[in-house]
């Protein structure tokens, strides 16, 4: 029982840091205006988001413990000894429901809150619809019925629970009792609100995910059925040209490309249709102290420079493959070597994902091309892309972010090839950037 009590005070301890320690006010409400989570707030709530999970499980665990150790029957207990087992999981009933009720009506009181708190988060382990389940759970008429009868029987045992004050082992919870079922509202109608609140998040999201889906197919199909349509043209870029440009490219530089007679170029906004980040090759990770796991590093290898996003997903991959294009443009972000490495460690993380063909920004499930970039580096810096609404989506195109590198010194135009005078050779500098500015400003070639 020692055990189990002090298993309780260190939950109780956890979930007080995790109250304090929840996403602010002011966060909450910048995320609700803008309508989506940018990158620079999705690692903290995750963090938060993982560790109320663990606690929540850990306060489970710990009340099926107090269920199965506190059985009269099973163990010959006395009254007193079930009472103390009772003392210690009802304890941990009521900190679960505070800390439940903080998530769903403080936390994640809106739709776009509900709706990142349902993605899967594979680098925490976190499953997807892990609101739904909570919210279900927390609605869920068996659970309020048996809180309903265990603060009951608390009330009818209310003498032995006063006499427990003076136990050595639970006499401190047994004492903080009516601190805790302050955490709990048993009334009827406190439960048939929030179901009803549940049952309307249940038909929202619903209704959208069946819309999303036909949306998402149709728009999948069409990118698919394009992608696949290629012309038997060799392209401009050269092996010289791609060996010149390895020397040059730094990690975290974005490169943009575009074929010439590439189907996906008529519904792709502007010249520049595509983006890729160049990573660095192993030395250069290494040299700007990047670390990643193991399996990030069983995939950064020898050749693979470049983490790009296309059909068949979030991969790394060589220069060459990358720069086997007729036009590309290199954009560099301002951003010291710390910033760098952090954009680098948290966008190689999305290796593997799926690629992302109804181009919605709001999640992190699955990445379009230039997601890749928004992920590593918004937030970073004085970097802030301009997501732009299209059909109902927050989006930002590679054009985007090329006229976001012309309208602001968080990134800088550092060369270019294939448009123009940059047919034969690789540009740089002043004149990279009007090049690509003509480029932009559809201007013939």
Known sequence: ?????????????????????????????????????????????NFWFARYLTIRQELWD???????????????????????????????????IRNDQQFLFEVSSHSVLQRKFNEAVPEYRIPRKQYTEIFSAFVDGGDALRIYEAVHDAKRNRDMLEKLRDDDVVGALASRLPEFETWLDP??????QRLLSFLSHKWRRKSVVVLNNMLSSAVENVGRAASEIQLPLEKRVTPDICHEVSAFLQPGDVIVTRHDTAFTNLFLPGFWPHAALYVGTVRQRESLGITVDKRINSTWTHDKC????????????????????????????????????????????????????????????????????????????????????????????????????????????????????????????????????????????
Not at 1 to 30: C, G
Not at 187 to 192: D, N, Q
Not at 410 to 439: H, K, P
């Open 1 to 45: 029982m020692i055990r189990l009590v002090s298993t309780f005070n260190a939950l109780l301890h956890a979930s007080d840091q995790l109250q304090l320690e929840k996403p602010t006010p002011q966060l909450l409400t910048e995320i609700i205006d803008a309508g989506v989570v940018r990158p620079v707030d999705t690692e903290p709530l």
């Open 62 to 96: 710990l009340i099926n413990d107090c269920l199965e150790a506190g059985n009269r029957i099973a163990h010959g207990l006395t009254d007193e000894q079930v009472w103390s087992h009772f003392v210690i999981g009802y304890s941990a009933a009521c900190l679960l």
């Open 187 to 192: 009334s009827k109608r406190t439960y048939f």
């Open 306 to 445: 470049v983490l790009e996003a296309l059909k068949d997903g979030v991969r790394f991959r060589p220069l060459e493959q990358t720069l086997a294009v007729d036009n590309f443009l290199v954009l560099r972000p301002s951003l010291n070597q710390a910033e760098l490495r952090t954009g680098i460690e948290r966008v190689v993380l999305h290796e593997g994902k799926p690629y992302n063909y109804d181009f919605d920004f709001f999640g992190s499930e699955r990445l379009v091309c230039s997601e890749v970039i928004y992920r590593a580096f918004d937030g970073l810096g004085s970097i802030k892309f301009p997501l732009l609404e299209r059909a109902g989506r927050h989006t930002l195109s590679p054009e985007d972010i090329v006229e976001y590198a012309f309208n602001s010194d968080a990134m800088q135009v550092m060369g270019i090839y294939g448009f123009n005078i940059s047919r034969t050779q690789f540009i740089t500098g002043e004149r990279a950037e009007q090049l690509a500015r003509l480029s932009v400003a559809g201007q013939p070639e």
